[in-house]
């Protein structure tokens, strides 16, 4: 049982770290229909920007609070100016061009912002200072640690407060607007390009939170992490029905469990050794403690995969996504 | 007449230079005629994938997986991995097949699917395929896993093998010379089954879906089944572009076959010209050659400048593609070779704009 | 031999200083006017080895040692079959990239290359193989331990370096012998560096009675390893291994204390690097990897101290592999009285040399006989060498040194040669005028 339940912690951590990256590509999405591939190395850019923060400060003295504060400080507003830029420099003259042309210059982009990483941090894996005393907790005997408390609840501070903003304020209600139609948002006075602006920037911030929370966790960053990372939460976010802010969340969530309990689970469901009525076809191989695992860890980022496809066939805009008709 | 006397005589001279080319190379190293060959196996998959991206205007980020299919068919039925040694008349075929299968496995889940939702699809399927071939030697060996499978057979005629140089009326043909005519014959064939493809019905069909799904559907287009082609052409061609890979190099590994490569493949089919297949053809042999001209100019030039590597070739090359990305989206979306339907439609839009 | 244009007047410079302070010239001082002597036969050595990308640092180190052994070959002047001979290093990337290694490997056939030393990459070198056997080139790597590389029946393919699954029984063996584990957990990256050798670990401890758990796996990216260790941590092993980089064997072991395993890691060579104390902190302490051929610290101090004169730095891994290697290929030309790849190829395959890597010999694979292995350990932030396996046998590090330092004093003292001067492919014209 405790095993089970450490799984859980290990998925919900997990997932909470692909919900708050998710976030940022739904935002952008629910409002251009783009996706935004180079979202992934925003988060990477933050995720590096708080490191050489931190290391800098690191002989300082000063207490870990003020260092991570810093270093959120410095990253936060680099990476809104990132996502600016992006959209000003490489998306905005696409916004007239047919589906596929911002989704290549997407790619593009995030080629680019890779390479200028490698540039700047170099190809090695870079370690974070470890500054941040982790304090673990037994919890009914499954351990959590501190971090991933505070992964947890930041997960869910960030999608209240992106909630807030998106159908509580002005900003929100500009948002939606231009979601529904543009030219129709133009004409009742909304200022379309300003708010497209805010809505990367926006996604921007919460990407440089997610970088500096991966970074912390898992104590190291490279400059393919957003790649990677990327590549999860935008599944994720696909999963939970793209431009729909409850929907990243649950799709991120409902990912990281199905890798924690893929990872965990699926090995010894498919030990034909683990099964009696199979086991006198392999006695050879099962003899003696042996085993015959078909799919173990290794197909981790298979199950992903194979959810998501099942998902997407059954449910073509995802879990939580509405049934557009046919916006393409 | 004067008009089909010029096309003729400069398609004569064509052949005439692409039938010397290998001996022109091999004077500045047998080592360009590899390159030469690695490039044509980059139009192969670029035309492969043009079919489905350019032709029918499906996304797929996931190519490469059609590519390891053709070349793991070839490598495990012409190596000691199994002990089969067929030859590669019969494998190239198989892997085709198995390449068409494979398209159609992926093409019928995500017949629904749209644009964007398409490219996270076919992206998890290239990766699903890769972990599998990397995952596949337990517990049962079949794909050796990621340590990959070695001494693969090259290709042989009767006793002529393409593995080393043989003499033929005086001239001394490498190995590398040989694999280069063979491909030659094999692009050939293929650029005419894509130009005829282009022109004939299934092309039109393939344009329709692309233009309007909803209004093919309703001129009686049956777009299940000329989606399904799409992906079925497309991928027979990399399985044969895989294959020959696996006979060229002697050895394959998942390593080769991973996500950057489908996005290399798509800048190629984007760069050239989507849809418009000598644009196509272009886009691959440019981007494949560059690479190495960054090889000769790139490093030498720093080495002087700055007596040490600032910027490796490598991420110069990686720059130099997205940047093309971004920049062609941006200026010419249609490609560097446009389609001259295509670049009807971005007029048109342009003008709407 | 397109060398004559350069060297001859470089050697008519090196004269005419040699008369200006006369003191120093040789008995008979030639006359500026007569014709210079031969100039002598250029055999060019191929090396290598990814100059670009993720493990640049570790191409470089290789090609540092080769360049050194052909640098030193130059300066003392070597003589085969009794002509005069100058060595040229043919130094390429290949980016770590199979592709690009068969590529790069025919243009240095092209080249007309004698001898190559390299890759340095399994995945690389083995496809590279084939070509300089077509090619009848020998080729000595320095660093590739995929056992697959000397089982492809190729008569040209050596490697001075230990196998993995030569590695991997010895970390195993250490294992058995030190923790006695009942059960151990074999973890690996899915790639076939790690693969391979978590095979000949977990066949190496199966063979001893240990029950080994199904394996488990990641990916050369993997920052989240818990899942995998949660459930490890239900099934108790005593022991782990993990087969695999340390970018990801870092957090793989961090997180495992996080869960509370308190069973002891191990590792192979691509984990035993200082930088898995970074990547884990506190809970990199005391954990065991193990790294094919001795230590830096044990090869011949005359190569460290030469590599430093050299290069301004220390040399870092294979390097004293891939100098051995040249001059392994130097000494089987010198025996054979020819630069010809058919004919000094016999020589290569029965040759005895005292290397900087210690003793070489060659089994009729072309792997190297009894290659030794180390063990160590982590304290305080570095690793330390804890152990050497050579067939076998375990000794401890204190004692191999001490035996290995016994036997160079007993020895008569071998004056270091000085260090080539760091121009040295215009020095070493001129060095042999004077000579």
Known sequence: ?328 | MSQANKYYSGLAVLILSLLVLPFALSAAGTAWVRITNLAILFVFLSLGLNIVVGFAGLLDLGYVAFYAVGAYVYALLASPHFGLHLPFWMILPIGAGLAALFGVLLGTPTLKLRGDYLAIVTLGFGEIVRIFLNNLSQPINITNGPRGITLIDPVRLGSISFGRSDQFFGLVLSGPMKYYYLLLLLLSLVIVVNLRLQNSRIGRAWEAIREDEMAARAIGINTTRIKLLAFAMGASFGGVAGGMFSAIQGFISPESFVLTESVMILSMVVLGGMGNIWGVVAGAVLLSFVPEMLRYTVVPLQMTLFSRIVIEPEVIRLLLFGLALVLMMRFRPAGLWPLRARQREFHKQAAIK | MNVPIKALPLSVVAALVLLACGKEAPPPPPPAVAPAPPPPEVIKIGHVGPLTGGIAHLGKDNENGARLAVEEANAKGVEIGGKKVKFELLAEDDQGDPKVGTTVAQKLVDAKIVGIVGHLNSGVSIPASALYEQAGIPMISGSSTNPKLTEQGFKVTFRVVGRDDQQGPAVANYLLAEIKPKTAAVIDDATAYGEGLSNEVENTLKAAGVKVLPREKGTDKTADWKAVLTKLKGKKPDAVFYGGMDATGGPLLKQARELGIKAPFSFGDGACTDKMAELAGAAANGLLCSQAGVPVEATSKKFRDGYKAQFKIDPILYAPFTFDGVNILIEAMKKAGSSEPAKYLPELAKISHEGASGKIEFDAKGDRKDAEMTIFTMTGGKITPLAIVKSGKTVKFEDFIKAAAEAAAAAPAVPTPAAPAAAAPVAAPAAEVKK
């Not at chain 1, 990253?75 to 290549?104: D, F, H, N, T, V």
């Not at chain 1, 699926?266 to 199979?278: M, Q, R, V």
């Open chain 1, 1 to 328: 049982m405790d095993t089970f339940l450490q799984q859980i912690i290990n998925g919900l951590t997990l997932g909470s770290l692909y919900a708050i990256v998710a976030l940022g590509y739904t935002m952008v999405y629910g409002i251009i229909q783009l996706i935004n591939f180079a979202h992934g190395e925003v988060v990477m850019f933050g995720a590096m920007i708080t490191l050489s923060v931190i290391s800098a400060a690191a002989g300082s003295g000063l207490p870990p609070a003020a260092m991570i504060l810093m270093g959120v400080a410095v990253a936060i507003p680099a990476c809104m100016a990132l996502g600016y830029l992006l959209e000003r420099a490489a998306y905005r003259p696409l916004r007239k061009a047919p589906r596929l042309a911002p989704l290549i210059t997407a790619i593009g982009m995030s080629i680019v912002l890779q390479q200028i990483a490698l540039m700047i941090w170099s190809r090695n894996i870079l370690s974070f200072p470890q500054i941040l005393p982790v304090t673990l907790y037994e919890v009914a005997g499954a351990s959590v640690s501190s971090l991933q408390i505070i992964i947890i609840g930041l997960c869910l501070v960030m999608m209240t407060g992106l909630a807030w903003i998106v159908y509580g304020s002005r900003l929100g209600t500009a948002m939606r607007a231009t979601a529904e139609n543009p030219e129709i948002a133009r004409l009742m006075g909304v200022d379309v390009d300003r708010v497209i602006a805010m809505t990367f920037i926006i996604g921007a911030g919460l990407a440089a939170v997610a970088g500096l929370m991966v970074g912390i966790y898992y104590g190291l960053a490279h400059y393919t992490m957003g790649a990677t990372l990327g590549l999860k939460a935008f599944s994720a976010a696909v999963l939970g029905g793209i431009g729909n802010i409850p929907g990243a969340m649950v799709g991120g969530i409902l990912l990281g469990l199905v890798e924690a309990l893929g990872a965990g689970y699926i090995g010894e469901l498919t030990d034909l050794c683990g099964y009696s009525t199979l086991n006198f076809l392999f006695q050879s191989r099962c003899a003696d403690g042996g085993n015959l695992v078909l799919f173990g860890s290794n197909y981790q980022d298979v199950f992903a995969f194979v959810v998501l496809i099942l998902v997407l066939v059954f449910r073509p805009s995802g879990l939580l996504g509405e049934r557009v008709a046919d916006r393409a």
